[in-house]
């Protein structure tokens, strides 16, 4: 079984590798680059969930995989305010595909307005971290809730939510979303 994650990102690989080696151990699982087709910040669910499953396909027909497997993080705008949040696509060889959303975490305002003014969320917690590539250790999730939670786990999470169609399967009448 081959199995295409449509990132190099290692947080995000080790998102996917977290299941996919209980599940299936003799899986061999490939991250590939390639493109979520949305912008670097999406801004709301709908856009993540399409660059989630651009990801998806694009990783599962760059490598005639078994599944392929897209992450992407973004915001959006709930009536009490900017939330972060994310989901995993999952796109299978037969057509099947599924999805799975992470938790959704309030933006603290003066970082919600600097996304809102078109700073990528990454950017913004590095400098109001003084750190470099927040989003590829804990991400603004380990910093906004001091590492009680990290982007892997987040991840990992919403992984284990879009598996499930295919983990099981009989207890799902159709698998599309």
């Known amino acids: 079984m081959i199995i295409a994650i449509g990132s190099t990102n290692p947080v995000k690989v080790t998102a996917v590798t977290t299941h996919i080696s209980r599940l299936w151990p003799e899986a061999q699982v490939v991250p590939v680059a390639v493109p979520s087709g949305v912008s670097a910040m999406p801004l709301s669910d709908a856009e993540t969930i399409t660059g989630a499953q651009n990801r998806a396909r694009a990783a599962r ?3 005639n995989a078994d599944l392929g497997i897209g992450l992407e993080g973004g915001v959006h705008q709930e009536p009490f305010g900017l939330v972060l949040q994310g989901w995993v696509a999952i796109a299978a060889s037969d057509g099947r595909t599924s999805l799975g959303g992470c938790a959704r975490l309030p933006l603290p305002e003066h970082i ?8 990528e969320l990454g950017h913004v917690m590095d400098d109001v971290m ?10 603004a999730v380990g910093a906004l809730t ?3 939670v990290v982007r892997g786990e987040a991840f990992a999470t919403a992984v284990a939510y879009a598996l499930a169609p295919f983990v099981s399967p009989h207890l799902y009448d159709a698998v599309n979303f």
């Open 61 to 63: 027909a760059a490598l």
């Open 112 to 119: 919600a307005r600097r996304v809102q003014d078109g700073e």
């Open 130 to 139: 003084g750190d470099h590539n927040t989003k590829q250790k804990g991400g």
């Open 146 to 148: 001091n590492h009680l």
